[in-house]
């Protein structure tokens, strides 16, 4: 039975992928998971504010704030607190490629174009296979646009890719008016791929303290009906890989996102849960589900439910809506 998937131009031995994580830190936990069967490993994010950071100690200014405003700064962890510098982001991609044989995808986070781009080079010196560009950003000015950030992002696609010869994917937001549209641009500007989606971490009250406070949580699986929708959605119209993060926990997740149009399924939730056994568990339900409904390789029943191949495309659209409220009785 062959698991074989082709994703951002690599041959993947399954479409199990490590997602953005720590787990990049630890080269025992990453050749643990290789070993349980995960194809790629992608890196935890460099962000742009990281690189900023370093240029400023560079000329002696690593206590001095970017701002006036001590009150904004003070959200952005000191240079020492990050968990991994620039510097050491590319130390331990080296250290991962030379202890893994797994393809290891290094991870960009940036919010606006500029040169820190160019770092994208060093990445690609230093062993990454490919590069994910992930572009969280919340836009909270109403001054700009959504076609102002999406211009940003595609301006961003463009200056590393012109930077790079490796292939690059982007991670996008769900929030988009028109992602069709934005996937289909990204697409013709030289993605790789699309990864969907980002999860955004919302922050909560603490109604004692009256402070606002981060709040990390897990995924489950609920969250994967909004990839599975638009996977199916963008399946059919893109050129590029489409890679599932987000939401995938049991073999019946992987085996819808594939039957969605994803190449690649990213896990990092469930990893963190129980540990490297999950891929063992997860690609052993998706061999016995090919092997009950007759698929040999996995091509055949990629994209298998999508828009254009599904019995009933009306029930990715408006009229799925329609009849769901309608179904509901009081």
């Known amino acids: 039975m062959n698991l074989q998937t082709p994703y951002l131009g690599l041959t993947l031995r399954n479409p199990v992928v490590v997602g953005a994580s720590p787990f990049c830190d630890d080269i025992d936990a990453a050749m643990r998971l290789e070993e349980a069967g995960a194809a790629a490993l992608v890196m935890h994010s460099l962000f742009e504010e990281q690189i900023d950071l370093e240029e400023a100690a560079l000329h002696h200014h690593l206590e001095t704030p970017a701002e006036s405003n001590y009150e904004a700064t003070s959200y952005f962890p000191r240079y020492d607190e990050y968990n991994l ?138 969250e994967l009906l909004l990839r599975l929708r638009w996977l199916s959605i963008l399946s059919p119209k893109l050129n590029g890989s489409l890679a599932c993060s987000g939401g995938v926990h049991t073999p019946e997740d992987l085996i819808k996102s594939i039957l969605g149009g994803a190449h690649a399924v990213q896990l990092v939730s469930v990893l963190l849960e129980t540990g490297p056994r999950a891929i063992s568990v997860m690609l052993e339900g998706l061999r016995d589900w090919m092997k009950e409904h007759g698929h040999e390789d996995l091509s055949t029943m990629r994209g298998a439910l999508n828009l254009k191949r599904c019995p009933n495309p009306a029930a990715h659209e408006r009229a799925n809506y329609i009849k769901i409220l309608q179904s509901w009785k009081i």
């Open 85 to 222: 510098t620039p510097s050491g982001y590319l130390r331990t991609l080296e250290r991962l490629k030379s202890s893994l044989t797994i393809p290891v995808i290094a991870s960009i986070n940036g919010r606006r174009p500029g040169g820190w781009v160019d770092y994208a080079r060093r990445l690609e010196s230093a062993g990454a296979d490919a590069l994910e560009l992930n572009t969280y950003q919340l836009a909270t000015d109403p001054a700009f646009s959504g076609e102002d950030i999406e211009g940003d992002i595609v301006e961003i696609l463009r200056n590393v890719t012109a930077s790079v010869r490796i292939p690059v994917s982007v991670k996008l937001s769900p929030f988009h008016a028109s992602l069709s549209h934005f996937a289909k641009l990204l697409d013709e500007n030289g993605a790789a791929g699309l990864v969907l989606f980002n999860r955004f971490y919302q922050p909560d009250f603490d109604i004692d303290e009256m402070e606002v406070v981060p709040r990390l949580k897990l995924s489950f699986s609920s």
